[in-house]
């Protein structure tokens, strides 16, 4: 893995073991992702079935919030190199009716 990894440009960095020091920003945003989660299921009563789908949401609305430390921008925005769409969102829990 360690000879794969430079050639496709990649370059592999190991934090020590038992050294949680060095996942600082990875545990904070893990954090973040956790109690946005679960305040979208507390917040509309959701039972824990539907953990999967608060924290796809959660991490899709991360994912599109401006940040100061991009400039304002989101990492959306820095990846695809064009602004996000905000006006498809919906509320989380809402009820919804198929029409067939």
Request: with cysteine; aromatic share 14%; glycine share 4%.
């Amino acid at each position: 893995m360690s000879t794969l990894l430079p050639q496709i440009g990649i370059h592999h960095r190991r934090a020590c073991p038992y050294t949680h020091q060095q996942m600082g920003a990875v545990e904070r945003r893990h954090t973040q992702i956790i109690e946005v989660g679960l305040s979208l299921l507390s917040h509309y009563n959701l039972p824990q079935q539907f953990w999967k789908d608060a924290f796809l949401t959660a991490t899709y609305i991360i994912n599109r919030l401006p940040t100061p430390i991009l400039n304002q921008k989101s990492s959306y925005e820095i990846v695809y190199c064009h602004t996000p769409d905000y006006h498809f969102f919906k509320v989380f829990g809402c009820a919804c009716w198929p029409y067939l």
